[in-house]
């Protein structure tokens, strides 16, 4: 691990924090644990928490052809719901995963176990920021409610998965794509192949990036028995990841034809360059991909907001014709 990540550079900082985010030098210092327990000073989580919710509601929009200054709620009510719950979420992991993140590098400098906050405190901090996010959830109808409803208990589970499977990835990209399902039921009433189909999308996505991530701790779990799919794949991860991102591509696709079929010409041929875009981006990542380097690693698995945000950019001019 290099001295880049491992050694924070402002008191309190986390050691794979960005440096220079807004929480270290511009956050209350009293705030500052709490936004940094929600990985605030980290905001790729949100980005990757959020994009789903995003490709969920514009891709209704172009199943049903009917947009209204509801999806406008939705699209930016999803941003907020995204920091809230990715918030919620990560204190609760960081509750349950005090005595690993101790014994790792990479995540001992996080705020419970570097003292900075006490677990009482991170539950009185957890249920606030899921209180706010079910105020933004009671603005959607009652199938989107129900489908909110029901996702707590993936983020329950997911802090437990890689105690008792190879496979938390699987877990995680089944919390982290929820929003896709909510989003799109959100805008059109019920849920669908379409739904499904990009659901699944999401969660070899998932696969694909926290992959990539888990090598950056895979020594550290070893030593303290923690699983991932970085452990199970080691020197043939190349191999896997390959096939989650054709699968990523493939279901994307799947969800497209059950779409757009309805839709003009130029809509459609808009919203299908979407995957080899979206595609190229997955190939840039194995092509740079080297699972011994954490700066690596860290920069590919960053990357994917640009790589989610592919889809919605021609998504979203797909929907305007």
């Known amino acids: 691990m290099s001295q880049q990540q491992t050694k924070p550079e402002v008191k309190g900082q986390v050691s794979d924090a960005v440096r220079g985010n807004w929480v270290d030098n511009w956050a209350p210092a009293l705030a500052r644990p709490y936004l940094r327990l929600s990985r605030a000073d980290r905001p790729i989580g949100t980005w990757l928490l959020l994009i789903p919710c995003w ?3 514009l891709m209704g929009v172009l199943a049903t052809d009917d947009a209204s200054l509801n999806d406008l709620w939705i699209f930016v009510s999803c941003a907020l719901g995204a920091f809230l719950m990715r918030g919620a979420g990560c204190t609760w992991n960081d509750i349950t995963d005090r005595k690993f993140d101790g014994a790792v590098e990479r995540t001992r400098s996080r ?3 570097s003292g900075q906050v006490s677990v009482a405190q991170a539950v009185v901090w957890m249920v606030i920021q899921a209180l706010c ?7 959607y109808n009652w ?3 129900q489908l909110g409803i029901l996702s707590l208990g993936l983020v329950m589970i997911y802090p437990f998965a890689k105690r008792f499977t190879w ?3 699987v877990f995680l990209g089944l919390a982290f794509n929820w929003g896709a399902l ?3 039921v959100a805008h059109t009433g019920a849920l669908d192949a379409v739904a499904l189909s990009l659901y699944a999308a999401g969660i070899a996505w998932t696969l694909f990036y926290d992959t990539i991530y888990a090598h950056q701790d895979k020594e550290d779990d070893a030593m303290i028995g923690v699983k991932s799919t970085a452990r199970l794949f080691g020197n043939t991860t190349r191999y896997w990841l390959i096939g989650f991102g054709v699968m990523s591509v493939g279901l994307v696709t799947v969800a497209l034809l059950g779409a757009v079929g309805n839709r003009s010409t130029l809509s ?5 360059s979407a995957l080899p875009a979206f595609g190229a981006h997955l190939v840039w990542q194995l092509r740079n991909l080297n699972i011994n380097s954490p700066e690596v690693l860290l920069t590919l698995f960053r990357s994917n907001r640009d ?3 592919i889809p919605v950019l021609f998504f979203a001019a797909a929907m305007l014709l």
Do not use: K, R, T
Request: aromatic share 16%.
């Open 55 to 57: 490709w969920g509601v």
């Open 111 to 113: 705020p419970i176990p």
């Open 133 to 139: 996010g079910a105020l933004i959830l009671f603005s």
């Open 143 to 145: 199938a989107a409610i």
């Open 167 to 169: 496979w938390p990835q």
């Open 182 to 184: 909510l989003a799109y």
């Open 268 to 272: 459609q041929i808009i919203a299908f």
């Open 307 to 309: 790589a989610g945000l």
